[in-house]
């Protein structure tokens, strides 16, 4: 059963209309193609229509839908041979973190994922994709493993944010993230990330620290949630919807502040109404991207990613 969200309820009424015709045919053998042709017709428009013109906020809620392809998703429909790599080497595996090597276009690549889950038992397992300390570690390990190895890296990045809690902390959350963005910089090889959904604050950039940052139409990247920021500043998490304005969080106000590299477009209404084709159009992109850089050296790669990074904000652009 589709899951629709609140801005969506309009469209909800006018398929929940279309399907109980469908089942009035199915059951009694009228024909009502006709109206349903005409509800079908008006019901496009409608989504045409809302999906043109959809604020940050509500950009926000389409970042977040359950049913939006996660990053195991993509690994599954872009990545042949996949080999999954587990644990840090110094304390454990975290399952908010997948990482591992296999061939993306016929070459060998290491890839890496924030990973939410689909469901409550996946969710839990993987910690709703918020990484601890040894998730950032694994991430730093299998990045200096495709650096020996010459292995380009590709990362799919949707996370609120890394794990917040005390247990977190007490093994070295922040220089976790940081080792984890230094190796992503560091590293001779090509990177190439992309934002497929949410990407929080350091949580998102330790993967994604990258040569091309992609986002994809409909996914949100910032330094704090609106709910968070707007229970800094307002002291109220109910003013989120004001706060993803100011943030300049949508993947359209980063492209034009220059702090990503390319918007992908999403199927009409989402990538969740059609998956397949979402994560056809991020893997063109994403080779697009790599193509190129695989003719450079490591230490051009690396002059260049640090330029790049330096550059931001330096003219006034943010």
């Not at 190796?183 to 994604?208: F, K, M, N, Q």
């Not at 993803?244 to 999403?266: F, Y």
């Not at 991207?289 to 002059?303: F, I, M, V």
Request: hydrophobic fraction near 45%; aromatic fraction near 6%; include cysteine.
């Amino acid at each position: 059963m589709r899951h629709f969200l609140d801005f969506e309820k309009p469209l909800a009424e006018l398929e929940g209309k279309i399907e109980e015709l469908r089942r009035t045919t199915d059951a009694g053998g009228i024909d009502v193609a006709e109206e349903v042709g005409k509800l079908s017709d008006k019901a496009a428009k409608l989504l045409s229509a809302t999906y043109a013109k959809l604020t940050p906020w509500q950009k926000t809620q389409v970042a977040r839908h359950p049913d939006r392809p996660k990053a195991l998703a993509y690994v599954a429909a872009l990545i042949e041979d996949f080999v999954p790599l587990a644990g840090d080497r110094a304390f454990a595996d975290d399952a908010a973190v997948v990482g591992g090597m296999g061939r993306f276009h016929g070459r060998a690549v290491m890839v890496l994922g924030t990973e939410k889950g689909t469901d409550t038992e996946s969710r839990v397992k993987h910690n709703f994709g918020m990484a601890r300390p040894e998730g950032y570690r694994k991430a730093r390990r299998l990045i200096e493993l495709a650096g020996r190895f010459g292995l380009p890296v590709l990362s799919f990045v949707d996370t609120a944010g890394a794990f917040p809690g005390i247990e977190a902390e007490a093994r070295g959350q922040a220089e976790a993230i940081a080792r984890s963005i230094e190796a992503c910089l560091d590293a001779p090889v090509p990177v190439v990330s992309a934002i497929i959904g949410e990407g929080g604050s350091g949580g998102a950039i330790a993967l994604a620290a990258a040569d091309r940052v992609l986002m994809l139409e409909h996914s949100i990247y910032s330094v704090i949630s609106p709910e968070g920021c707007a229970s800094i500043l307002w002291r109220d998490a109910a003013q989120a919807s004001t706060a993803a304005d100011a943030l300049k969080l949508t993947a359209q106000d980063l492209s034009r502040l220059g702090l990503i590299d390319q918007v992908v477009p999403e199927p009409l209404g989402g990538a969740h109404r059609d998956p397949a084709a979402a994560m056809s159009a991020l893997g063109a992109r994403m080779w697009e991207c790599l193509e190129p850089l695989l003719a450079l050296d490591g230490g051009r790669l690396k002059a260049r990613r640090r330029e790049k990074f330096l550059e931001m904000g330096r003219h006034g652009v943010v």
